[in-house]
């Protein structure tokens, strides 16, 4: 994963710190937050979504274009979708955020098995998109669970990729960018 975050320790724990606190929030209130959750994962698709679109224009990135730009649209359409009509899509919210999950957790793996040269530590990029893809089949394949049940799934989603990312974010914490080569060196 080479996203402009990523360069950013700092800010991918950010990212995880969100998760978290987006999986506790759905945890703790499900039937209150249904609404509120989808207009938040909306908003965090399309911010990831228009993050990996950055991506693409940057020189230094390792990823193949064309797989960003996938997520890149799969991420803005599922937050247009979800601004322009928060109501319908918390009524089709398994199928949006299984899609999304889906997409972005092949994403991820893809991207995790072209870095592994590059980086160390590829099986936690891994593991968050195969949680991403699992959590995505299952919200996407059993709509009826309800919205309680729907709640949890996103709970307990939030903390692993929020822990993930965490864990990420601590090890590429000791990585410099050489500014001469625009390369990432192995961690330490």
Same mark, same amino acid.
């Given at each position: 994963?080479? $996203?402009?975050?990523?360069? !950013? ?8 710190? +969100? ?11 499900? /039937? ?10 909306? +908003? $965090?698709?399309? *911010?990831?979504? +228009? !993050?990996?679109?950055?991506? *693409? ?10 797989? &960003? ?6 991420? *803005? ?13 918390? +009524? ?12 972005? #957790?092949?994403?991820? *793996? ?5 870095? %592994? ?18 959590? /995505?089949?299952? =919200?996407? !394949? ?5 919205? =309680? /049940?729907?709640?949890?799934?996103? /709970?307990?989603? #939030?903390?692993? &990729?929020? #822990?993930?990312?965490?864990?990420? !974010?601590?090890?590429? %914490? ?15």
């Amino acid at each position: 994963m080479d $996203y402009l975050f990523v360069k !950013s320790a700092g800010a991918l724990a950010v990212r995880g710190a +969100i998760a978290i606190v987006l999986g506790l929030f759905a945890l703790l209130m499900p /039937g209150m937050t249904f609404l509120a959750l989808t207009i938040a994962f909306g +908003i $965090y698709a399309l *911010i990831d979504g +228009i !993050s990996a679109l950055v991506t *693409i224009f940057d020189r230094h990135t390792h990823l193949d274009r064309g797989w &960003l730009a996938v997520e890149a649209i799969a991420g *803005i359409l599922v937050g247009i979708f979800v601004a322009a009509s928060p109501t319908v899509a918390a +009524i089709n919210l398994a199928w949006v955020i299984g899609f999304w999950a889906v997409v972005t #957790g092949v994403i991820k *793996i893809v991207n995790a098995i072209r870095l %592994r040269k590059v980086i160390e530590h590829e099986g936690l990029l891994i593991l968050s998109g195969l949680a991403s893809v699992l959590f /995505g089949a299952i =919200v996407a !394949s059993m709509p009826a669970v309800g919205i =309680v /049940g729907m709640m949890w799934t996103v /709970g307990i989603f #939030g903390l692993l &990729l929020g #822990g993930l990312l965490l864990g990420l !974010s601590f090890k590429l %914490r000791r990585w410099e960018t050489p500014a001469d080569k625009g390369t990432m060196p192995r961690a330490a």
